[in-house]
């Protein structure tokens, strides 16, 4: 198994997973040169892709995407509603342009999409399974409901969203109705709540853990890291050992190789 986040943040956002030989990509909201240049860095050709899975249709998890259906034709899949408010939609192929149900099976992958609040159509995050293996991705979210902290529980890897520092955002330079919107329970997760989610989840031994979609404005990838790592050692999680903690980065790949 391989995980790894070609881009995360406001600017564009993409993840490359690797599961039982089944390759899939989360979100093409970078373009689809950046994207095959990434996946060749890996080891990856961008055509052997089964599948793209679309959190939700904002432009910067989406504006690859029309390059590379039309260039690649690969089946991307999306909720009814996502794909009625996407901005390309009437340029895509209809034939690549699928309907995300529930659960779905793509290649040795099991696909579970489940509803997180955030201020888009129909948005999304995914869980993944290939045999005892989990995957947990969780990014663009107001707050964590039940459903989420169910979802996400006893995943193996995580990508969950860390996205701002409060009181950076509070006293910044951005417009007050911009701050209340991300503040909210549609906008986007702050470090503290993803500290907090990690250290109230139900876990297995060991969960890889990226922090991502950090706001480069109001975030800061070291502040992160200490805020989140001082919330669950503060709840009795040990650092590296429950919990290891990966930063993730607008213009640079993070990733782990795992043996399955």
């Known amino acids: 198994m391989q995980i790894h986040v070609l881009a995360s943040g406001s600017t564009g956002n993409a993840i490359f997973v690797e599961m039982e030989n089944t390759k899939l990509l989360v979100d093409a909201g970078i373009s689809t040169r950046r994207i095959k240049q990434s996946l060749a860095k890996l080891g990856t050709n961008i055509e052997d892709l089964d599948g793209v899975l679309i959190t939700h249709e904002h432009r910067d998890h989406v504006s690859g995407l029309t390059t590379l259906l039309k260039k690649y034709h690969l089946p991307a899949y999306a909720r009814p509603d996502t794909w009625q408010s996407m901005y390309c939609r009437h340029v895509l192929p209809d034939e690549c342009c699928l309907t995300l149900v529930d659960s779905l099976d793509i290649g040795k992958v099991k696909i579970e999409p489940f509803g997180i609040s955030h201020d888009a159509a129909d948005p999304v995050g995914f869980r993944l399974y290939a045999g005892s293996t989990k995957v947990g991705i969780a990014t663009d979210l107001g707050f964590v409901t039940p459903t989420v902290k169910e979802a996400l529980a ?39 709540d993803a500290g907090w989610t990690l250290a109230r989840l139900n876990r297995k031994q060991h969960t890889d853990v990226f922090l991502a979609h950090m706001s480069q404005e109001n975030n800061r990838p070291e502040l992160a890291e200490k805020t989140v790592a001082d919330i669950i050692t503060q709840e009795g999680c040990k650092v590296n050992q429950d919990i290891t903690l990966h930063l993730t980065y607008p213009e640079q790949i993070s990733g782990i190789c795992k043996h399955q």
């Open 154 to 192: 006893f995943s193996d890897v995580l990508v969950l969203e860390s996205n701002h520092d409060v009181d950076m955002l509070k006293n910044g330079s951005y417009p007050w109705p911009l701050k209340k919107r991300i503040m909210s329970n549609r906008g986007h997760l702050a470090n503290t």
